[in-house]
C-alpha cells in the first residue's frame, strides 16, 4: 500500500530557531500533500495544503510567513517552522494522496517540542 | 467551509458490547467519508470510509452508515475488544475528489473495559 513518510518522528529545539520537517510519498506520485497540526487531546486540524509547483494553500489563521511550506518534487513537501516559540510545540503530521480515487495516508507524524 | 462535529468525546464499553459514533458535517458537496483510528502518539490509520453514492458499508465488526439528506453518518463496532480502544476520529472530504483536504471530527476516546 502506499506509504508516506515524515521526518524527523521528534525534534526539541530552542525558542527562536526553525525546524524543517520533511514528508516523502515513498511509492507514489502526489501532487497533492496536505499539513496537519495536532495538540494534546485534541482532533487534527488542518495547516495547508502543499501543491507540488506552486504556492501552498493555508487555513484561516495559518501564518504562511511562519509555517514556511515548499513542495519542490512529486515526493517531497518540507515544512518549516520559522521562529519556533513554545506555544508551536505539537504533533505535525502531514498526509498524500496518490491518486484521485484513493485515501489518504498519513506520516507517522513529527513531535516538535520548543523549549 | 466544512464543519464536522463528533460526539461522544468519550465512550466506555465492556468487552463484546457495541460502541457507536455519530458524526455531522455542514457541506452539502462533501462526498466522503473516512473514519480513523487512532493510538496514542500514533499515526490515524483508516479503518472504513464511504462515499456518499452508498448508504451502508461493512468490513467484519465495523460498519458505517451514511445519512446524506441528514448529513450524518456514524460509525459502529460490534463485539468491541480491549484492542479497540483507542481514538477514533470521522472526517469529510471537501469536494469531490477522494484525494482531497480532510476536516475532522473532535474525535471519540473509546474505552473497551475487559
Known amino acids: 500500500g502506499a506509504v508516506v513518510s515524515q521526518h524527523p518522528s521528534w525534534v526539541i529545539c530552542k525558542s527562536g530557531t526553525s525546524v524543517k520537517i520533511e514528508c516523502r510519498s515513498l511509492?507514489?506520485?502526489?501532487?497533492?500533500m496536505f499539513w496537519y497540526r495536532q495538540f494534546p487531546k485534541q482532533s487534527l486540524m488542518l495547516m495547508a495544503t502543499?501543491?507540488?509547483?506552486?504556492?501552498?494553500?493555508?487555513e484561516q489563521g495559518v501564518e504562511k510567513d511562519k509555517f514556511l511550506i515548499n513542495h519542490a518534487s512529486l515526493t517531497l513537501s518540507t515544512l518549516t517552522v520559522t521562529s519556533a516559540h513554545p506555544e508551536d510545540s505539537s504533533f505535525y503530521i502531514c498526509?498524500?494522496?496518490?491518486?484521485?480515487?484513493?485515501?489518504?495516508?498519513f506520516g507517522n507524524g513529527t513531535r516538535l517540542t520548543v523549549t | 467551509g466544512e464543519n464536522v462535529e463528533q460526539h461522544p468525546s468519550t465512550l466506555s464499553v465492556q468487552e463484546g458490547d457495541s460502541a457507536v459514533i455519530k458524526c455531522t458535517y455542514s457541506d452539502s458537496a462533501s462526498n466522503y467519508f473516512p473514519w480513523y483510528k487512532q493510538e496514542l502518539g500514533k499515526r490515524p490509520q483508516l479503518i472504513i470510509d464511504?462515499?456518499?453514492?452508498?448508504g451502508e458499508k461493512k468490513d467484519q465488526r465495523i460498519a458505517v452508515t451514511l445519512n446524506k439528506t441528514a448529513k450524518h453518518f456514524s460509525l459502529h463496532i460490534t463485539e468491541t475488544q480491549p484492542e479497540d480502544s483507542a481514538v477514533y476520529f470521522c472526517a469529510a472530504s471537501i469536494g469531490y475528489n477522494q484525494g482531497g483536504k480532510l476536516i475532522f471530527g473532535q474525535g471519540t476516546e473509546l474505552s473497551v473495559k475487559p
Open positions: 464511504i462515499r456518499s453514492n452508498v
Open positions: 511509492d507514489f506520485q502526489a501532487t497533492t
Open positions: 502543499s501543491n507540488e509547483g506552486s504556492k501552498a494553500t493555508y
Open positions: 498526509s498524500a494522496s496518490g491518486t484521485y480515487n484513493s485515501p489518504l495516508h
